[in-house]
């Protein structure tokens, strides 16, 4: 319990700290091309056993199965395990959190 809180609170000075860098413009933003389809999949995947911990099912579902883009890794999967972790909070035992990434013409949806 003391380290889950001791990883909280890191994460929440480091939403601080990039807050106060997007405020003063310097946020850097990395994009890399990449299938982030895969990204946002190994992410769902690697946490999918501790939500079983608490019978919580993920469902990944996508209508691409690939899509190149450029986007900012760390950035997206910082963004990514951050609402997985939301959706793990209130999301009681034996319920279900959906992952869907739909692809548009000129973007991608994940939802």
Same mark, same amino acid.
């Given at each position: ?24 413009? /310097?946020? $850097?933003? =990395?994009? *890399? ?5 895969? %990204?946002? +999949? ?8 501790? /939500?079983? $911990?608490? =019978?919580? *099912? ?5 209508? %691409?199965? +690939? ?45």
């Amino acid at each position: 319990m003391m380290k889950q809180n001791c990883f909280r609170l890191m994460r929440l000075i480091n939403n601080l700290l990039d807050i106060t860098k997007l405020d003063s413009g /310097f946020l $850097s933003f =990395n994009a *890399e091309n990449g299938n982030i389809v895969a %990204v946002v +999949e190994d992410i769902a995947l690697s946490v999918a056993p501790y /939500f079983q $911990s608490k =019978n919580i *099912e993920i469902i990944f579902d996508t209508d %691409v199965e +690939e899509k190149m883009t450029a986007f900012d890794h760390d950035k997206m999967e910082r963004i990514i395990l951050n609402l997985l972790s939301n959706a793990y909070k209130h999301t009681p035992a034996g319920g279900k959190i959906e992952i869907t990434i739909k692809d548009s013409i000129d973007s991608i949806n994940i939802y």
